[in-house]
């Protein structure tokens, strides 16, 4: 993949993640407000150098301190386009392609409402995010369905990985029973 860092509708920057990239649309804006294209599928394309089709789009609430994931699946991988349109999140993701120059590591950004990023997360990798603010709406593009049967998740504080959440001392995440016990980077089902 070759993407174009400098497209003119969108502006790309590379993560620490081999294929990882923040996404930044043009925002218009003046004492009225603001405007912004926050997806067109030929100018995506053209700035990720892939044809991409999304088929399914997700929208989840979600309070202070909750975290999700590391959510990924062994079939119908998932590509993702995720932003917050309401808040503020710490968006992780852990790269579980064997073959990826950047196998085992992670990438963290914070999306919000106001700084309007986005992140582009191919297929092969762990997501997850934590809500920094008092409330959160996080939306994300995906180019395959929701598969259950598949789906896997990566611990949220695997020592090997050791994400650096953005946790206040003494603050534990929210999370549900299937987060909670999401599996250590040895046991782990890896790409």
Request: net charge negative.
């Amino acid at each position: 993949m070759s993407a174009n860092l400098s497209h003119p509708k969108l502006r790309l920057t590379a993560t620490e993640i081999h294929d990882v990239y923040i996404v930044e649309p043009n925002v218009f804006g003046d004492e009225r407000g603001w405007f912004t294209e926050s997806f067109n599928a030929q100018d995506f394309s053209q700035a990720i150098g892939l044809d991409v089709e999304f088929v399914q789009d997700n929208h989840s609430f979600s309070r202070q301190w909750t975290l999700r994931g590391l959510h990924y699946q062994l079939e119908q991988t998932q590509g993702k386009l995720v932003r917050v349109v309401a808040g503020s999140v710490f968006d992780a993701i852990v790269d579980i392609r064997k073959d990826s120059p950047s196998y085992g590591k992670w990438a963290g950004v914070e999306l919000s409402a106001q700084n309007h990023k986005q992140l582009w997360i191919p297929a092969g990798l762990a997501h997850g995010f934590m809500v920094l603010s008092e409330t959160a709406q996080f939306l994300y593009k995906t180019t395959d369905y929701y598969h259950p049967q598949s789906e896997a998740c990566l611990a949220w504080n695997d020592p090997i990985v050791s994400i650096k959440w953005p946790l206040p001392v003494g603050v534990l995440p929210n999370m549900n029973a299937k987060d909670a016990a999401g599996l250590s980077w040895d046991t782990a089902p890896k790409f």
